[in-house]
T-cell receptor
Framework: NAGVTQTPKFQVLKTGQSMTLQCAQDMNHEYMSWYRQDPGMGLRLIHY???????DQGEVPNGYNVSRSTTEDFPLRLLSAAPSQTSVYFCASSFTGLGNTIYFGEGSWLTVV | AQTVTQSQPEMSVQEAETVTLSCTYD???????LFWYKQPPSRQMILVIR??????QNATENRFSVNFQKAAKSFSLKISDSQLGDAAMYFCAYTSGTASKLTFGTGTRLQVTL
């Protein structure tokens, strides 16, 4: 079982460059989300989606863009990378409904220099 | 907005002993779930235990149990018979509604010593 797959696992960007973090899940989950994890802080929600064609902002959406054209995929785009976006990024998915198990990807380490 | 507070940045426990990690939260919702996640050095997020607010009985999973005090908005994690493999960051998290959005605390780093 693949579960939630994130690519790339490691990436170094220069300030101002753009890139896309890919997230795919094979569990037919309606809900997908992106979190970032910074030192000394828990994971914080960037964007989420409750189904194909539906996205919404989380706690820290600035500088990030998402779209959900299929149930399986939920890419996160950095349009103009900044050093403040250096972080570990996690994609997660679940069935909608209170209390359902939320599955996390293995994380993507992004460094912006 | 909901908040989750973990007031212990670091904890240490000897192997085979018991340790309790603290978590408090703030919410105006009546139905919600609380979770404890373990994050080892690999950074993988591993669900340890979950508790539904409507259930009065405290959840248990093998050596892991919680003390859920709804009125006090407290949700502590007890690890019994601690093992070296329990060493990790532990995050308390909250969710309400159907969209599975999690609010995390800042984490507690647990060290397990011989």
């Amino acid at each position: 079982n693949a579960g939630v797959t994130q690519t790339p696992k490691f990436q170094v960007l220069k300030t101002g460059q753009s890139m896309t973090l890919q997230c795919a899940q094979d569990m037919n989950h309606e809900y997908m989300s992106w979190y970032r994890q910074d030192p000394g802080m828990g994971l914080r929600l960037i964007h989420y989606s409750v189904g194909a064609g539906i996205t919404d902002q989380g706690e820290v959406p600035n500088g990030y863009n998402v779209s959900r054209s299929t149930t399986e995929d939920f890419p996160l785009r950095l349009l103009s990378a900044a050093p403040s976006q250096t972080s570990v990024y996690f994609c997660a998915s679940s069935f909608t409904g209170l209390g359902n198990t939320i599955y996390f990807g293995e994380g993507s380490w992004l460094t912006v220099v | 907005a909901q908040t989750v507070t973990q007031s212990q940045p670091e904890m240490s426990v000897q192997e085979a002993e018991t340790v309790t990690l603290s978590c408090t939260y703030d919410t105006s919702e009546s139905d919600y779930y609380l979770f404890w996640y373990k994050q080892p050095p690999s950074r993988q997020m591993i669900l340890v235990i979950r508790q539904e607010a409507y259930k009065q009985q405290n959840a248990t999973e093998n050596r892991f149990s919680v003390n859920f005090q709804k009125a006090a908005k407290s949700f502590s994690l007890k690890i019994s018979d601690s093992q070296l493999g329990d060493a990790a960051m532990y995050f308390c998290a909250y969710t309400s509604g159907t969209a599975s959005k999690l609010t995390f605390g800042t984490g507690t780093r647990l060290q397990v010593t011989l």
